[in-house]
């Protein structure tokens, strides 16, 4: 069970490579003005924007963002500090109605040092977690078993996200 404890997605730059490739680029700015389908966005509240991570750790990987370009949540308003965790609950909850995780690991990485691979806009990894999936995930190849596509868990917890809001 060592395994459990060293298993830190937040902390691991790798998770992020994506968007090193394009630094001049924010994604979540672009995703703020872009259609839902480039950047496969789940939701959008006011002060925040909730995507999939394209290179998930584990299936159901979203990313919660402030709308506005800051690097860390010192920064953000009260207004946009609630909406953001509101948000991140939101999704906990879409997420745990259609995938019955057995709990997440949820977190942020501020500044370079730290892993963000998009440091200039911080972001909060929501990272879904059933009890044996790390037995499945090579981790020192850093490759693993990614057992859903992206644009299946897209629609499921865009749907499951509807039905939350229209049944509250
Ligand atoms: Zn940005």
Do not use: Q
Not at 77 to 95: C, G, P, Q, Y
Not at 143 to 166: G, Q
Request: with cysteine; charged share 25%.
């Amino acid at each position: 069970m060592r395994l459990w404890l060293l298993w830190a997605p937040w902390r691991m730059s790798y998770v992020e490579r994506s968007a090193r490739s394009s630094e001049t680029e924010c994604i979540f700015c672009d995703a703020v003005r872009s259609s839902d389908e480039k950047h496969y966005v789940v939701y959008r509240s006011k002060h925040s924007i909730a995507m999939l991570n394209l290179y998930p750790y584990n299936t159901a990987h979203v990313m919660v963002a402030p709308k506005r370009h800051v690097p860390s949540t010192e920064l953000l308003s009260d207004e946009e500090l609630l909406d953001l965790f509101n948000t991140v609950n939101l999704v906990m909850r879409a997420i745990r109605e259609e995938y019955n995780p057995h709990g997440f690991n949820v977190g942020m990485n501020i500044g370079r040092a730290a892993g963000a691979g998009i440091e200039n806009h911080v972001h909060v990894h929501i990272v879904p977690r059933w009890v044996g999936d790390a037995n499945y995930m090579p981790i020192i190849a850093n490759t693993k078993v990614l057992p859903e596509n992206l644009d299946r868990t897209w629609t499921r917890i865009r749907k499951a996200i509807e039905r939350i809001l229209s049944s509250s």
